[in-house]
Nanobody, 126 residues
Framework: QVRLKESGGGSVQAGGSLRLSCLLT????????MGWIRQAPGKEREGLAA???????KYRDSVKGRFTISHDNAKNVLQLQMISLKSEDTATYYC????????????????????WGQGTQVTVSS
């Protein structure tokens, strides 16, 4: 059974940093396309970053240069390093995985993902 569990969320001030982790069971972290998605109150889910089995990454423009997605194969963890956080980054953050090696061309479409974690809250105060 595939399970994804996020951790590392919390409350920080604007300009601060957080590192989110997604622990996987029943699924090897570098096997297929994986991503981080967030949902703010009253807004739709949006894909932030994705990484495929070859380690190639993609980022939404609003987080490019501030967020970094990576695999930790030894720990079987997907990570999201976030720096220079802004109040508009406040949301629930989810990790998700596909059953395809390479990320879809429209990788921001959250409907592509087959497995989801339960989410972790990130709150950025200005």
């Amino acid at each position: 059974q595939v399970r994804l569990k996020e951790s590392g969320g919390g409350s920080v001030q604007a300009g601060g940093s957080l590192r989110l982790s997604c622990l996987l069971t029943g699924y090897r972290v570098s096997r297929n396309c994986m991503g981080w998605i967030r949902q703010a109150p009253g807004k739709e889910r949006e894909g932030l970053a994705a990484i495929d089995s070859d380690g190639r990454t993609k980022y939404r423009d609003s987080v490019k240069g501030r967020f970094t997605i990576s695999h930790d194969n030894a720990k079987n963890v997907l990570q999201l390093q976030m720096i220079s956080l802004k109040s508009e980054d406040t949301a629930t953050y989810y990790c998700a995985a596909e059953e395809r090696r390479l990320c879809s061309r429209d990788w921001t479409d959250t409907g592509n993902y087959d497995y989801w974690g339960q989410g972790t809250q990130v709150t950025v105060s200005s």
